[in-house]
């Protein structure tokens, strides 16, 4: 080994116990057990969950409603359809995201301290969440034709609307910030909106 080969080795010797050095100093300062964030924290999956059952049932009632009735109340119910799907591709990424299950073993149960919470909170799965139509109801709207068809779709959609703000408001009150919030938020001003449209729509039917 020559003098340079040597001084190089030497080098690098010296470097390798520094780190090792370096290391051991540090090793008390770090965390013995980091773990990443949850990307959602219990509240936002359950209102997530349950919202996800509430969007998909909307879908079905724009699907119920009969293709022949008035084209005004048939493009209202192709707008619900297509911003419903949106925000239900939007919260499907969300529990993926968390690695949590679409289907909430327990609905409603992220209310606290309220009567739904205790409602739901136990294994009663069965109940339905604000504002859903029965399956007897679904298949009267499936079944209607004309204005009567116009008149079934309206009153359901604008109930089933009027459930999910209650929910999203719920769940803006109970949240303290983040996406989930802000889409709650932004659930009560847009359904909100529609469901001032289909009150009209019900009332010009004299309804």
């Known amino acids: 080994m020559n003098g340079r080969s040597g001084y190089r080795f030497a080098a690098l010797a010296a470097l390798a116990l520094l780190l090792l050095a ?9 965390p013995a057990d980091t773990t990443a964030p949850a990307v959602l924290n219990e509240t936002e999956v359950g209102f997530v969950q349950d919202m996800v059952a509430h ?8 699907q119920r409603l009969d293709a022949d ?3 005004f109340v048939v493009g209202l119910a192709r707008q619900i ?6 925000e239900l591709g939007m919260l499907l990424g969300w529990l993926r995201l968390a690695g949590a299950p679409v289907v909430n073993p327990r609905p409603m149960a992220w209310l606290p301290d309220t009567e739904a919470g205790h409602r739901h909170s136990a294994t009663d799965s069965a109940e339905k969440m604000p504002g859903s139509a ?7 709207l499936a079944a209607a034709h004309g204005s009567e068809a116009e ?11 009027a459930g999910g703000v209650d929910m999203a408001a719920a769940a803006d009150g109970l949240l303290t910030g983040g996406e989930v919030e802000r889409a709650a938020r932004e659930m009560v001003r847009t359904q909100g909106q529609e ?7 019900l009332d010009r039917r004299g309804v």
């Open 22 to 30: 370096m290391g051991a100093a540090l090793r008390p300062v770090l």
């Open 81 to 86: 359809a297509d911003s419903q799907r949106t």
């Open 151 to 161: 008149i079934a779709f309206l009153r359901l959609m604008r109930r089933h609307h």
């Open 55 to 62: 969007h998909g049932q909307a879908l079905v009632l724009t």
């Open 195 to 201: 469901i001032a449209m289909m009150s009209l729509l």
């Open 134 to 140: 029965s399956a007897a109801e679904l298949d009267e």
């Open 69 to 71: 009735a008035d084209p």
